[in-house]
C-alpha cells in the first residue's frame, strides 16, 4: 500500500457507552479489530462536532464482533454517550494493514479515471451505498458524475500511479 506514513485514517465509529465505567462500543470499518489492541491515542471526529479531541486509550477488550475502548476521562455512561457516533481517526501505521487489491477510502481521493489512456475524471470522494463503494467524480468538463467502485465501471487501481482505470465512459454522461 502506499501513501504517507502520517496520514491519518478513520477506522471505527463509537456507536454508544457500556457498562459503567465509561466503557464505548466500537464497530470497526475494516471488519479487523487486532489493530485497536495496539493503540495509545485516538482522534475522535463527527461532521457536526466543533472541533476534534485526542484521547489517551486506557484499555481495549474484545466483545463479540465489536470492540470496547476505554479512554482516559470518560468514566461514566453519560459521558460515553456524548461520543455517540464519532468517528476513530489513527495514525495510518495504527491502522489495519490492507490486503492486496484492498484500498482505504482516504487512497483512492483525488485518483484519476483514466478511459482508454485519456485522463476523464478526478476522484473528489467516496461513499457506500451498502452495496458496494461510489466514487464520486467531477470530470475534465467540470460535471459530476458517480461511478460504482466495481467491474463492469472499474478496471485496475495504480495508486502509485495516481490512477483508476475506467472501463466504460458512458457512464460519466
Given at each position: 500500500m502506499?501513501?504517507d506514513s502520517?496520514k491519518?485514517?478513520?477506522t471505527g465509529?463509537?456507536?454508544?457507552?457500556?457498562?459503567?465505567?465509561?466503557?464505548?462500543?466500537?464497530?470497526?470499518?475494516?471488519?479487523?479489530?487486532?489493530h485497536f489492541?495496539?493503540l495509545t491515542h485516538v482522534?475522535?471526529?463527527k461532521a457536526?462536532?466543533?472541533?476534534?479531541?485526542e484521547f489517551e486509550?486506557e484499555?481495549?477488550r474484545?466483545h463479540?464482533?465489536?470492540i470496547?475502548?476505554?479512554l482516559v476521562?470518560?468514566?461514566t455512561?453519560?459521558?460515553a454517550r456524548?461520543f455517540?457516533?464519532f468517528e476513530?481517526?489513527?495514525q495510518?501505521?495504527e491502522?489495519?494493514?490492507c490486503?492486496e487489491?484492498?484500498?482505504?477510502i482516504?487512497d483512492?481521493v483525488g485518483l484519476v479515471?483514466?478511459?482508454?489512456?485519456?485522463?476523464?475524471?478526478t476522484?473528489?470522494?467516496?461513499w457506500?451505498?451498502?452495496?458496494t463503494?461510489m466514487?464520486?467524480?467531477?470530470?475534465?468538463?467540470?460535471?459530476?458524475a458517480v461511478?460504482?467502485?466495481?467491474?463492469?465501471f472499474?478496471?485496475?487501481?495504480?495508486?502509485?500511479?495516481?490512477?483508476?482505470?475506467l472501463?466504460?465512459?458512458?457512464i460519466l454522461e
Amino acid at each position: 500500500m502506499s501513501g504517507d506514513s502520517g496520514k491519518r485514517l478513520a477506522t471505527g465509529v463509537i456507536g454508544g457507552p457500556h457498562g459503567i465505567h465509561g466503557e464505548l462500543k466500537v464497530r470497526s470499518f475494516s471488519g479487523e479489530t487486532e489493530h485497536f489492541s495496539k493503540l495509545t491515542h485516538v482522534t475522535l471526529r463527527k461532521a457536526d462536532a466543533p472541533r476534534e479531541l485526542e484521547f489517551e486509550v486506557e484499555r481495549v477488550r474484545g466483545h463479540g464482533e465489536k470492540i470496547l475502548l476505554k479512554l482516559v476521562g470518560i468514566d461514566t455512561p453519560e459521558a460515553a454517550r456524548r461520543f455517540n457516533g464519532f468517528e476513530i481517526w489513527v495514525q495510518r501505521n495504527e491502522a489495519a494493514p490492507c490486503a492486496e487489491d484492498e484500498y482505504y477510502i482516504a487512497d483512492l481521493v483525488g485518483l484519476v479515471l483514466v478511459y482508454q489512456g485519456r485522463e476523464v475524471a478526478t476522484v473528489r470522494s467516496v461513499w457506500e451505498n451498502g452495496a458496494t463503494a461510489m466514487l464520486d467524480v467531477e470530470t475534465r468538463e467540470r460535471k459530476s458524475a458517480v461511478v460504482p467502485f466495481r467491474e463492469p465501471f472499474v478496471g485496475e487501481v495504480m495508486l502509485e500511479a495516481g490512477r483508476i482505470e475506467l472501463l466504460t465512459d458512458w457512464i460519466l454522461e
